[in-house]
Every structure is written in structure tokens, then in C-alpha cells.
């Protein structure tokens, strides 16, 4: 049971224009969202994070915005850098479990 | 300050043999957790240690087990290797576990 998805395995942008990496989640009980991007042959690195509080939190280029009743949340990128090519991952988690569920990943590829 | 050790970064072990994998935390991290990623399957939860107690787990056989030190440092256990424990196992700390993992690079495993 995949209680994070994440239905597009791939993406492409061309630079400067803007990314957006799309998460469902099924658990009602999620308050905690995060989304981390990974290059190969690394460990995945933090990018930006909401509580369920929020429906939008924004670092720089980056900002996730949360919609509650469609347990849905989104990663935007503006603008898209060739940098930024890599797997994304959204992950979730309920407050005193210490547990994330991460969706399988988006594969963003940014065009120069 | 240092990040989030992994070690070894490659095994290559037998079927039926078993292995143990390092990750010491970033300094100060008093949580650790370990994932294990498989291709089109994400990061799967493995477990969550605080303080030496676990605190949670994944479903993943009793074959794979871990443990913490009083330094936080932690160990994961696999016995009775199968072909389908081949994935990248990756640690990750953080001050308390509730918010925000940083990960290690991961010890990529490959069983034969």
C-alpha cells in the first residue's frame, strides 16, 4: 500500500522555466511533508519542508504548497536550472512516529 | 561539521551470508534511521533508534535488524542474505527525529 505517490517517474524543463513535482498521499494522519533531492551515488539532501499548519512555504526558488483536502502537495522550481537535474523525492510523516514514507521519486531533467 | 558516515560505501556478499553496515551520526544527532532503496520502490523505512531504543520499524523480516550505542553511532544487521536485499541502504540523523533527516551516501549492497 502506497500511502505516498508520486505518479510522474520523469520530467523534463527547459532552463529558466518553472518545474513542478506533484505528491498524493493517502494517510490523513501526515502533518509533516518534506522534500529531498537526490544525485547519484549520494544520500538524499534536504530541500524544503511544511507542516500541515501551512499550505505554502517557500526558500528561494524553491516552494512546496500543501492542499489538505486533496492530500496533495507540490514542489515548484522557478526558475529551472540545469543544476537541478535529479531524482526528487516527497516524503511524509505523523508527528511521534519518527517514520517517513517517501514516494518513489521524479526524475527532473533540465534542459539547457 | 561532518556529515552523516556510512560505511563501507560498496559490499558485495553471498546468499545466505550475512552483513553488517556503519552510520555514525552528525555530531550531537541523537536519532538515527536507516532505509533501504531499491529501484521504482523509493526508500523504505527500515527502523528509527533514539537514545539506543528503537522506537519504530518497517516491515521488513526479522532478518534485518539494527542497534544503537550509547555515542549514537548505529549498526544494521542482515542474516541469511537473499538476492533481493541488493539495494542501497541509507542512514540518516537528525538532533531529536522529528523533523528533517540529513542522509549519509549509503553502502550500496549487492548479494550474489
Known amino acids: 500500500d502506497q500511502q505516498v505517490k508520486q505518479n510522474s517517474p520523469s520530467l523534463s524543463v527547459q532552463e529558466g522555466r518553472i518545474s513542478i513535482l506533484n505528491c498524493d498521499y493517502t494517510?490523513?494522519?501526515?502533518?509533516?511533508f518534506l522534500w529531498y533531492k537526490k544525485y547519484p551515488a549520494e544520500g538524499p539532501t534536504f530541500l524544503i519542508s511544511?507542516?500541515?499548519?501551512?499550505d505554502k512555504n517557500e526558500d528561494g526558488r524553491f516552494t512546496v504548497f500543501l492542499n489538505k483536502s486533496a492530500k496533495h502537495l507540490s514542489l515548484h522550481i522557478v526558475p529551472s536550472q540545469p543544476g537541478d537535474s535529479a531524482v526528487y523525492f516527497c516524503?511524509?510523516?505523523?508527528?511521534?512516529?519518527?517514520?517517513?514514507?517517501f514516494g518513489t521519486g521524479t526524475r527532473l531533467k533540465v534542459l539547457a | 561539521k561532518a556529515g552523516v558516515t556510512q560505511t563501507p560505501r560498496y559490499l558485495i556478499k553471498t546468499r545466505g551470508q550475512q552483513v553488517t553496515l556503519s552510520c555514525s551520526p552528525i555530531?550531537?544527532?541523537?536519532?538515527v534511521s536507516w532505509y533501504q532503496q531499491t529501484p521504482g520502490q523509493g526508500l523504505q523505512f527500515l527502523f528509527e533508534?533514539?537514545?539506543?531504543?528503537?522506537?519504530n520499524k518497517g516491515n521488513f523480516p526479522g532478518r534485518f535488524s539494527g542497534r544503537q550505542f550509547s555515542n549514537s553511532r548505529s549498526e544494521m544487521n542482515v542474516s541469511t542474505l537473499e538476492l533481493g536485499d541488493s539495494a542501497l541502504y541509507l542512514c540518516?540523523?537528525?538532533?531529536?527525529?522529528?523533523?528533517?533527516?540529513?542522509f549519509g551516501s549509503g553502502t550500496r549492497l549487492t548479494v550474489v
Open positions: 540518516a540523523s537528525s538532533p531529536l527525529g522529528d523533523y528533517g533527516y540529513t
Open positions: 494517510n490523513s494522519m501526515f502533518d509533516y
Open positions: 511544511i507542516s500541515s499548519i501551512k
Open positions: 516524503a511524509a510523516s505523523e508527528t511521534g512516529t519518527y517514520k517517513y514514507i
Open positions: 555530531s550531537g544527532h541523537r536519532s
Open positions: 533508534y533514539f537514545s539506543e531504543t528503537q522506537r
